[in-house]
DNA sequence: TTTTTTTACGACACACGTAACAATG
DNA sequence: CATTGTTACGTGTGTCGTAAAAAAA
């Protein structure tokens, strides 16, 4: 599982939709479809599911989201860290 | 930052060597090497001191292991967690 | 028809393994 | 010389944006 598909994940989770995503991302719908679909294979369950105009996450999309959040966060605190030594 | 070169990165912390390492990630060393240049590259500083026979991490080498092994296992442990759901 | 997601595809970039080189003792 | 890390390089794989199709109301 890689992190940038966690991004996206996330970024649809958060926006709502694909469309809304792409944009957040800087690259486009398919890209982000690509993805995700690929995400829930990996995974062997929807994440989403696409209605008219809005997406809504599954049971699993909920969950992952969880852990997602913390991860990414953790992993760009972490980033950081290293590379700008902030005071002492 | 990549998940992939962070496993790369523990590999040779733990194994205090880039041959050794590039056999547990069933890769060569050349690749290896490469990665871990990059990541010292990309964090702008070194992470390991090559001596012969042996690496020895820096003080940041030190720093990343501690949050990139924590990372590591929290990503394995969801993507356990969504795909092999057990028990209730 | 409008809005949004999906599929197909071509071009460019990246990752991987092979092989030759460098360095250390 | 043996061992380990580095650099160079070709091939395959993946990623990205463009464009066309499908679905939903």
Redesign the interface.
């Known amino acids: 599982?890689?992190?940038k598909d966690l991004r996206y994940f996330v970024a649809v989770y958060e926006t709502k939709g694909f469309s809304n995503a792409s944009k957040s991302l800087r690259t486009v719908q398919s890209n982000v479809s690509t993805r995700i679909r690929y995400l829930e294979d990996f995974?062997?369950?929807p994440l989403f599911e696409r209605r008219y105009r809005v997406v809504v996450p599954t049971q699993?999309g909920e969950?992952?989201y969880v852990?997602?959040k913390?991860?990414i966060a953790?992993?760009d605190h972490?980033?950081r860290?290293?590379?700008f030594p902030q005071a002492a």
């Open positions: 599982m890689d992190v995974l062997g369950t699993k969950e992952l852990h997602a913390q991860l953790t992993l972490t980033e860290a290293i590379r």
